[in-house]
């Protein structure tokens, strides 16, 4: 019997986020940004991380280094629920970093690769890989290391009566091997976006390169944006539209969302911080320091003094904060009246929102 329903292999790194920056880039100036957020990033571990958030049992291999960075990132996987028993840590090595600059509707993406390059077959326990009904693996071309090896690996999944995905994402280089064509052969799901599809097919039509990349394994979703996806098995097609909505900023939106559960959960973080001030000065400059992130005012004069809240002073106040905000979130998403896709969306979007706030003020407590 199958361990988890899904197995993953892949990178892990945190992203970093600059808002609100000026549409054009100049040399030698200094440019500001209007926002910062540092969340969990690569494609690999978003794909466990929301799958486990769905209720999926999830096992994820990858390699981190030894830095706060990796710490940070195994620490927001594993909250998702997704198990982290086969993430191995590099000695001497440093964990890869992401930082995205959005532009409107797109993006600069600027990766140091980091482990991402360094993870081999040799670092795998291909049992606990094997030990699923799904294998899926991301970004194949930062898994330098573990390129060569994959085609293997896959076969050997399928062999096992496992069923496999692959999400290319980039080409760095622009190259787009041949050698990811014979993975293909071995792939059942393929998961490109437009662009990387038309790459793949060594075409320019996006309908087209769903037709050709059909032929190749047995069934393409091609991810289009605001234009929805389309899903290709054989001579049978799907598009899908995504429900409309009037956001201009995805990323905007889910700040707007944070501050407002920040606000849901405001009264109770107050009275866990003054029974925490009795006992701790430090915690409550934690707490001022992160509470503007959130949109929430807060000052000595706001603490009640006859707050009777029975706080373990063993808890800290930051991971009393996250339990208390994700489950508030679910709540407070869950009342919503939003179709079930579009909520588990917004969802997935405040989750991930709070987790960069909460790992940025925990980057700023580790330089203290």
């Known amino acids: 019997m199958a361990t988890f329903d899904v197995s993953v292999i892949g990178e892990l790194n945190l992203?970093?986020?600059?808002?609100?920056?000026?549409?054009?880039?100049?040399l030698e100036h200094e440019h500001l940004a209007q926002d910062l957020s540092i969340?969990?990033?690569?494609?690999?571990?978003?794909?466990?991380?929301?799958?486990?958030?769905?209720?999926?049992?999830?096992?994820?291999?990858?390699?981190i280094g030894s830095d706060p960075f990796g710490e940070i990132c195994v620490k927001r996987l594993g909250e998702s629920g997704v198990d982290l028993s086969r993430v191995k840590k590099m000695q001497n090595k440093t964990t890869g970093l992401s930082v995205i600059l959005p532009q409107r509707k797109q993006r600069y993406i600027l990766t140091y690769p980091g482990t991402m390059f360094e993870m081999t077959d040799k670092d795998l326990d291909l049992n606990y890989v094997f030990s699923a009904k799904h294998l899926h693996v991301s970004s194949y071309f930062l898994q330098k290391g573990m390129r060569a090896s994959l085609i293997d690996i896959f076969r050997r999944a399928k062999e096992a009566g496992l069923s496999t995905s692959l999400d290319t994402n980039d080409d760095p280089e622009n190259r787009w091997s041949s050698e990811i064509q014979l993975l293909l052969k071995h792939t059942d799901i393929?998961?490109?976006?437009?662009?990387?599809?038309?790459?793949?097919?060594?075409?320019e039509k996006?309908?087209?390169?769903?037709?050709?990349?059909?032929?190749?394994v047995s069934m393409v979703v091609v991810?289009?944006?605001?234009?929805?996806?389309?899903?290709?098995?054989?001579?049978?097609?799907?598009?899908?539209?995504?429900?409309?909505?009037?956001?201009?900023?995805?990323?905007?939106?889910a700040l707007r969302l944070l501050r407002l559960l920040a606000q849901l959960v405001a009264e109770h973080l107050l009275e866990f911080a003054n029974a925490r001030h009795r006992r701790d000065c430090r915690d409550?400059?934690?707490?001022?320091?992160?509470?503007?992130?959130?949109g929430v005012t807060v000052g000595r004069d706001h603490v009640r003094q006859d707050a009777a809240v029975q706080i373990d002073p063993r808890v800290n106040l930051l991971d009393h904060f996250r339990h208390v905000a994700r489950v508030k979130a679910r709540e407070h998403v869950l009342s919503q009246p939003l179709p079930h896709a579009v909520r588990g969306r917004v969802l997935l979007r405040l989750l991930r929102s709070l987790d960069g706030a909460l790992v940025g003020e925990e980057l700023v407590r580790r330089r203290r």
Do not use: Y
């Not at 992203?15 to 100049?26: H, N, S």
């Not at 944006?225 to 290709?232: E, F, M, N, P, V």
């Not at 409550?284 to 959130?294: G, N």
């Open 206 to 216: 996006v309908e087209q390169a769903a037709e050709i990349l059909s032929q190749k």
């Open 223 to 253: 991810k289009r944006g605001s234009q929805g996806a389309i899903a290709r098995s054989g001579k049978e097609s799907l598009v899908a539209f995504p429900p409309v909505v009037d956001v201009a900023d995805h990323v905007g939106e």
């Open 39 to 63: 969340t969990l990033g690569s494609s690999s571990a978003i794909f466990a991380h929301n799958l486990a958030s769905l209720g999926n049992k999830v096992g994820f291999s990858s390699c």
């Open 15 to 26: 992203d970093l986020i600059l808002t609100g920056l000026p549409p054009e880039l100049v």
């Open 284 to 294: 409550w400059r934690v707490l001022a320091s992160l509470a503007p992130r959130l």
């Open 190 to 203: 393929l998961l490109p976006n437009e662009r990387e599809a038309c790459k793949l097919a060594r075409t």
